[in-house]
């Protein structure tokens, strides 16, 4: 079975351009989230979508912003891009948490954006 | 509240010998608890988990231990090998139906040497 897909894997845009970044979750997966991984630190979260509604928002301005299709892939949105919007935007899904399985988040292996 | 703190920065051990990674955490809710491992130019993948009615767990070379007083957990890599050489991760969330919000560490950069 495929893996979380993103594209592109990689772009490069200049500030104040808008980006999309697409992902598509693993079969059967209907919760999609999207982290903010800077070079050197951590992913943060930025959204949750659960059955085509957003459970969670991270701390990121309204720049940024998602949405989850009937087939449960996702878009992440970002406007008027900023030099440190400069990361690996991951997106990871998830199957539904119930007895006998974990809520693993698998992760597709991201979408490196370079703003100039 | 939602911070999770990871210790070393990097790590560099001989073959052989065993990897020590630590983490603690603030929020007291947190109920998942997820070491990820991370190559460059992949995305991170799950390498143990733990919850917190449980102390250790193990799997292969790799063990998880947990003090749910001291709101810490470890990551320990026995028999490190050079393959093992990547990035890690802790990382913590309250596990809901919907999926977990991770909230993941600083991260540890781990160095075998062979």
């Known amino acids: 079975d495929a893996g979380v897909t993103q594209s592109p894997t990689h772009l490069i845009k200049t500030r104040g351009q808008h980006v999309t970044l697409r992902c598509s979750p693993i079969?059967?997966?209907?919760?999609v989230s999207w982290y903010q991984q800077v070079l050197g630190q951590g992913p943060q979260f930025i959204f949750q979508?659960?059955?085509?509604?957003?459970?969670g928002r991270g701390n990121f301005p309204d720049r940024f912003s998602a949405r989850q299709f009937p087939n449960y892939s996702s878009e992440l949105n970002v406007n008027a891009l900023l030099l440190g919007d400069s990361a690996l935007y991951l997106c990871?899904?998830?199957?539904?948490?119930?007895?006998?399985?974990?809520?693993?988040?698998?992760f597709g292996e991201g979408s490196r954006l370079t703003v100039l | 509240q939602q911070q999770v703190k990871q210790s070393p920065q990097s790590l560099i051990v001989q073959k052989g010998g065993i990897s020590i990674i630590n983490c603690a955490y603030e929020?007291?809710?947190?109920?998942?608890f997820p070491w990820y491992q991370q190559f460059p130019g992949k995305g991170p993948a799950l390498l143990i988990a733990?919850?917190?009615?449980?102390s250790e767990k193990k799997e292969g070379r790799f063990t998880i231990s947990f003090n749910k007083s001291a709101k810490q957990f470890s990551l320990h890599i026995m028999d490190s090998q050079p393959g093992d050489s990547a990035t890690y991760f802790c990382?913590?969330?309250?596990?809901?139906?919907?999926?977990?919000?991770?909230?993941f560490g600083e991260g540890t950069q781990l160095t075998v040497n062979p």
């Open positions: 733990i919850r917190p009615d449980v």
């Open positions: 079969s059967g997966h209907k919760s």
């Open positions: 929020n007291t809710a947190f109920d998942y």
């Open positions: 990382a913590a969330s309250i596990e809901e139906t919907s999926g977990s919000r991770l909230t």
């Open positions: 990871a899904s998830s199957a539904p948490l119930s007895p006998g399985r974990s809520g693993e988040l698998f």
């Open positions: 979508y659960y059955e085509k509604e957003e459970r």
